[in-house]
């Protein structure tokens, strides 16, 4: 079973930083870019990074810039999101997803990608 298994999330005061993981199972994430996205409550989900499948290129988007390191590490089948600097505006759910031969940072849509994580919760409160 194909599979993308989330963890790193929880409660982190006004100020903090975490990293999140995503490892994949059932495949090997050599040939797919990696995205990730959160949802807050009451939005729409929205893109905020992606790594290229070898790693050379990334993506933050702009609400995200200098908060934000996507890595992935393709020996052990996992990517990373480290968010440092975390205000309440970033308290929603993060979701890693695999896009097979994706094109980021050139295309990076919500639409495109395969498999997906459930995403872990991050709240930020004091």
């Known amino acids: 079973q194909w599979q993308l298994m989330e963890s790193g999330g929880g409660l982190v005061q006004p100020g903090g930083s975490l990293r999140l993981s995503c490892a994949a199972s059932?495949?090997?994430?050599?040939?797919?870019?990696i995205g990730w996205f959160r949802q807050a409550p009451g939005k729409e989900r929205e893109a905020v990074s992606c790594i290229s499948s070898s790693g050379a290129s990334t993506y933050y988007a702009d609400s995200v810039k200098g908060r934000l390191r996507i890595s992935r590490d393709n020996v052990k089948n996992t990517m990373y999101l480290q968010i440092k600097l975390l205000q309440p505006e970033a308290t929603a759910i993060y979701s890693c997803?695999?896009?097979?031969?994706?094109?980021?940072?050139?295309?990076?849509?919500?639409?495109?990608?395969?498999?997906w994580g459930q995403g872990p919760q991050v709240a930020v409160s004091s």
């Open positions: 059932g495949f090997t994430l050599d040939h797919y870019a």
């Open positions: 997803a695999a896009e097979y031969l994706g094109a980021c940072p050139r295309s990076f849509h919500i639409a495109s990608f395969d498999y």
